[in-house]
């Protein structure tokens, strides 16, 4: 027997690289691909208002973006040669390079408020579609190839490895975004650095294949030579449908609990990144090596924390944190469970892209269903529980273990958690007990006995379907527990979830409809006649808003005003039949039900005189208005948890001068609970070297509850002469020079923002 001579010494010291080689190339790519995200969302969320449903609709570009990649990277594996593959993707990336530097190329026109999803995954399509899917294809390629460049290693039989490295890439590189790139470089920085990077990984790529030449004896195999890699069986197509199921849980479940968190409990900004880090961070531990967190002890928590979010998900409650504590780890465990099952169960290394593909199916399916589908069918965000209702499915069913203790357990559980609300609509009839007893504390005593189902469901983790029946049942009593009391109208649309409620409040006469967005009040109106065209909240008489609109219409007869951010329409309400007055409003159903006389009547009843809405985001229709129309214009569009921050840039306040007559005034409200947004105002004001005042105002203690709000706001002009009358009054203040960098259309601070605030509490 002839013995294979070995190879020779520097190709030996090479192969000890290899694997460090491929770590590092997949780590770039991974973190390349994921610090892109954040940043395209920072290009083109503005145009839409900044919504978490325009953030979804983002991810759904980003997952259809991969799939195409891992289909790619799947076909490419039909070519037998490894050198003719890595010399195809290396033309592909260089193509695809042709399409940057990074921009948003408005090929469909500008935002469309019909179909404004569309919209964005289209012009997100022709800006970055190109240069993300050949660069999402690294990953499961150098998987690939390092199970073919590494056959016969131990390690060349697990090349899953590798995802977790390229996860821990994404990982990082997201949370870098928010606290290291955005605030320390311009957004143009960052697309010329992004496509710096995107250079270099084009250099470590190709120095991977130059390695890959030296110590790879398959390199220059012939196009039909046999694959090296034992293919095993392929996968069925049940086994494929679960894969594709497993994936689409953990996706959706990143999106649902980002609505969830935004509409329901107390979203702050970074919110929306911390569900994706969180997806992310289950890659890494799931296929890992050796796990940091076993299978056993993954499956025990995420059953426990699915029995317990089940109870409260349909509950807003003061104490936010603990419910967004409970959330998050509920999504992060959840998706870790589905995510190490797919890894116990992943095929082959030679299946491996077949594998990855299915994988991004799932995720394109769920991110489909939550962005597209979800906001149409649903009036409110039934998509989250529904899903995790869809978990406890994939837990082991164990049919043939059922015994007569389950049965009894599920009969127990069903009649704990059903107990709540019928006790609610028992106590309805009992005026006594109605009276003695807060509708709060029903509600309380009401989650403790959930609490108690949710002990039950976690004795049944192990039998998937009765675990499944128990958590059905215990979100429905807590949809019910809570909808007596939360509100009378819910509707959805793109831009979120506006819900009309109806709050006692005696100093106003009894009830008051209110106007909600999320957790973020905006406008009420108090259905007593005697005060239904009372201004209220932040729009009272005594606030800054109610000052301007007050000294406008008594020193200017036949004045212009208009106001970006509709709400309830409470500005209408000081409206005589001279003054004219534009609401600029990005969200058609914030008109209609401002409109609908059932909940509020400032627009159609209180205002003297008909008022003209314009719909669309405010920075480009009032771009569009003339310049010098307005003597008060009012931008209200910051109390929410989604800031509109492309309306507080230099470039945007520029603007708003341009459209009120010389001795006119720009009033930003800029009350906000996350945000401390008025250092860069005027630090903007500064800039353009206008005249600014600043006020704050604190709602009287002796008045109604519903009546007024605290209020922020400062008050510019494009002359003197526009704030003379505002330097007069006692109670609006001049403001000096601060050191916080003006935002622009080139750079927003959001971290520093949040800090600040948090800080100044």
Same mark, same amino acid.
Request: charged fraction near 15%; include cysteine; charge should be positive.
């Given at each position: 027997?002839?013995?294979?001579?070995?190879?020779?010494?520097?190709?030996?010291?090479?192969?000890?690289?290899?694997?460090?080689?491929?770590?590092?190339?997949v780590f770039v790519s991974a973190s390349l691909v994921f610090v892109v995200q954040p940043m395209a969302a920072k290009l083109v969320l503005p145009m839409l208002g900044g919504s978490p449903s325009v953030?979804?609709?983002?991810?759904? &570009?980003?997952?259809? /973006?991969?799939?195409?990649?891992?289909?790619?990277? $799947? =076909?490419? *594996?039909?070519?037998?040669?490894?050198? !003719?593959?890595?010399?195809? $993707?290396?033309?592909?990336?260089?193509? #695809?390079?042709?399409?940057?530097?990074?921009?948003?190329?408005l090929a469909f026109g500008e935002p469309s408020s019909?179909? +404004?999803?569309?919209?964005?995954?289209?012009?997100?399509?022709?800006?970055?579609?190109? +240069?993300?899917?050949?660069?999402?294809?690294? #990953?499961?390629? =150098? *998987?690939?190839?390092?199970?073919?460049?590494?056959?016969?290693?131990?390690?060349?039989?697990?090349p899953y490895v590798l995802y977790a490295a390229s996860n821990l890439g994404s990982f990082l590189a997201l949370l870098a975004y928010p606290i290291l790139i955005e605030p320390g470089?311009?957004? @143009?920085? *960052? %697309?010329?650095?992004?496509?710096?990077g995107y250079a270099v990984f084009l250099i470590l790529l190709a120095a991977l294949g130059l390695l890959i030449a030296k110590v790879s004896p398959s390199f220059n195999a012939p196009v039909t030579a046999a694959e090296p890699t034992e293919a095993g069986p392929a996968i069925a197509w049940k086994q494929k449908a679960r894969i594709v199921l497993l994936a689409a849980i953990p996706s959706s479940l990143m999106l649902g609990v980002t609505a969830h968190l935004s509409t329901d409990v107390a979203s702050a900004p970074? =919110?929306?990144?911390?569900?994706?880090? !969180?997806?992310?961070?289950?890659?890494?531990?799931? &296929? *890992?090596?050796?796990? /940091?967190?076993?299978?056993?002890?993954?499956?025990?928590i995420a059953a426990a924390l699915l029995a317990v979010s089940m109870g409260l998900v349909a509950f807003k409650t003061g104490e936010w944190t603990v419910m967004l504590a409970i959330s998050l780890l509920t999504f992060f465990f959840v998706a870790l469970f589905c995510h190490q099952t797919l890894a116990a169960e992943r095929p082959q290394p030679a299946r491996l892209t077949e594998f990855f593909l299915l994988l991004s199916v799932g995720g394109v399916i769920g991110g489909i269903f939550n962005a597209l589908i979800a906001p149409v069918i649903f009036n409110t965000v039934w998509e989250y529980p529904l899903v995790l209702i869809l978990a406890g499915l994939v837990r082991p069913w164990n049919w043939a273990q059922l015994t007569k203790r389950d049965i009894y357990l599920l009969v127990a559980g069903v009649l704990v958690c059903a107990a709540p609300p019928l006790a609610q609509e028992l106590v309805r009839y009992m005026p006594g007990v109605r009276a003695a007893v807060s509708d709060e504390t029903l509600i309380r005593i009401g989650q403790l006995v959930l609490g108690g189902g949710a002990v039950i469901a976690f004795l049944l983790r192990d039998r998937g379907v009765l675990f499944t029946v128990l958590l059905v049942v215990s979100v429905l009593a807590g949809q019910r527990l809570a909808r007596g009391y939360d509100w009378d109208l819910s509707e959805r649309s793109f831009f979120g979830v506006m819900r009309v409620a109806t709050i006692q409040d005696p100093g106003m006469g009894g009830p008051v409809h209110v106007l909600m967005h999320g957790t973020t009040l905006h406008g009420a109106q108090a259905v007593n006649p005697a005060n239904a065209c009372l201004p209220t909240l932040y729009y009272a008489a005594n606030t800054p808003i109610g000052q301007a609109a007050q000294r406008t219409i008594a020193d200017r007869?036949? #004045?212009?005003?208009?106001?970006?951010?509709?709400?309830?329409?409470? !500005?209408?309400?000081?409206? %005589?039949?001279?003054?004219?007055?534009?609401?600029?409003?990005?969200?058609? @159903?914030?008109?209609?039900?401002?409109?609908?006389? %059932?909940?509020?009547?400032?627009?159609?009843?209180?205002?003297?005189?008909?008022?003209?809405?314009?719909?669309?985001?405010? %920075?480009?229709?009032?771009?569009?208005? +003339?310049?010098?129309?307005?003597?008060?214009?009012?931008?209200?569009? &910051?109390?929410?948890? #989604?800031?509109?921050? $492309?309306? =507080?840039?230099?470039?945007?306040?520029?603007?708003?001068l341009k459209r009120v007559k010389p001795d006119g005034v720009v009033l930003l409200h800029l009350s906000n609970r996350n945000l401390e947004i008025t250092r860069p105002t005027i630090a903007a004001a500064d800039a353009l070297g206008v005249p600014i005042l600043h006020q704050i105002y604190i709602e009287a203690p002796d008045q109604p509850e519903m009546l007024e709000a605290s209020t922020e706001a400062v008050i510019l002009s494009p002359t003197e002469a526009g704030l003379a009358p505002y330097r007069q009054d006692g109670r609006w203040h001049a403001v000096h020079e601060d050191k916080v960098r003006p935002w622009t259309d080139d750079y927003v601070d959001l971290f520093g923002s949040l800090i600040r605030q948090t800080f100044r509490r």
């Open positions: 027997m002839t013995a294979t001579p070995s190879p020779p010494l520097s190709a030996a010291r090479l192969d000890r690289w290899t694997p460090w080689a491929f770590a590092v190339t953030w979804n609709a983002v991810m759904v &570009f980003f997952q259809a /973006a991969l799939l195409c990649g891992y289909a790619y990277a $799947h =076909l490419l *594996q039909r070519i037998r040669s490894l050198k !003719l593959q890595i010399s195809v $993707h290396l033309a592909v990336m260089a193509v #695809a390079a042709l399409f940057l530097p990074l921009g948003v190329r019909t179909i +404004p999803a569309l919209w964005l995954i289209g012009t997100l399509t022709v800006s970055l579609g190109a +240069p993300f899917a050949a660069l999402s294809a690294t #990953a499961p390629l =150098l *998987q690939a190839w390092f199970a073919r460049v590494r056959a016969g290693s131990p390690d060349g039989a697990n470089a311009t957004l @143009t920085a *960052q %697309r010329l650095g992004w496509t710096a970074f =919110l929306w990144v911390a569900p994706l880090a !969180l997806y992310l961070l289950t890659f890494v531990f799931a &296929f *890992q090596a050796k796990p /940091a967190i076993p299978y056993a002890i993954t499956s025990m007869p036949g #004045a212009s005003i208009a106001v970006v951010g509709q709400g309830s329409g409470a !500005l209408a309400a000081y409206k %005589r039949f001279e003054t004219a007055m534009t609401f600029f409003e990005i969200d058609p @159903t914030v008109d209609r039900l401002s409109r609908d006389r %059932r909940w509020f009547t400032y627009i159609n009843g209180c205002a003297d005189g008909p008022i003209r809405t314009v719909i669309g985001d405010a %920075r480009l229709t009032l771009a569009k208005e +003339p310049e010098g129309a307005y003597d008060l214009l009012v931008i209200d569009a &910051f109390t929410s948890d #989604a800031v509109p921050t $492309h309306l =507080l840039t230099q470039e945007a306040i520029a603007g708003y």
